[in-house]
């Protein structure tokens, strides 16, 4: 079974940074499109940043500007910097292939304290 673990989420407060890491197994990073996800309390899962597998890159616009998704295929990792944090981005925090068909991972909660 496929599994995707993220790390480095955190508090931090408003304005602050954070940087999160997804590690997948190498036999499908490379070869797909990476995205990371939201999901708020009380809301549905949200992809917010998106990497192709030419590093291309797409944004939800509430967060263009803010986040950067970057991709290490030599260390099958996926990454988001998370700059200017906002209360709003507080939430759970997942990685998957684009369309996420692979198995969710815990996911990394991120706090914005106001």
């Known amino acids: 079974q496929v599994q995707l673990v993220e790390s480095g989420g955190g508090l931090v407060q408003t304005g602050g940074s954070l940087r999160l890491s997804c590690a997948a197994p190498e036999t499908i990073f490379s070869r797909n499109a990476w995205a990371w996800y939201r999901q708020a309390p009380g809301e549905q899962r949200e992809s917010i940043a998106v990497?192709?597998?030419?590093?291309?890159?797409n944004y939800l616009d509430s967060v263009k500007g803010r986040f950067t998704i970057s991709r290490d295929n030599a260390k099958n990792t996926v990454y988001l910097q998370m700059n200017s944090l906002k209360p709003e981005d507080t939430a759970v925090y997942y990685c998957?292939?684009?369309?996420?068909?692979?198995?969710w991972g815990r996911g990394t909660q991120v706090t914005v304290s106001s």
């Open positions: 990497i192709d597998t030419d590093a291309i890159t």
């Open positions: 998957n292939i684009v369309p996420p068909t692979v198995s």
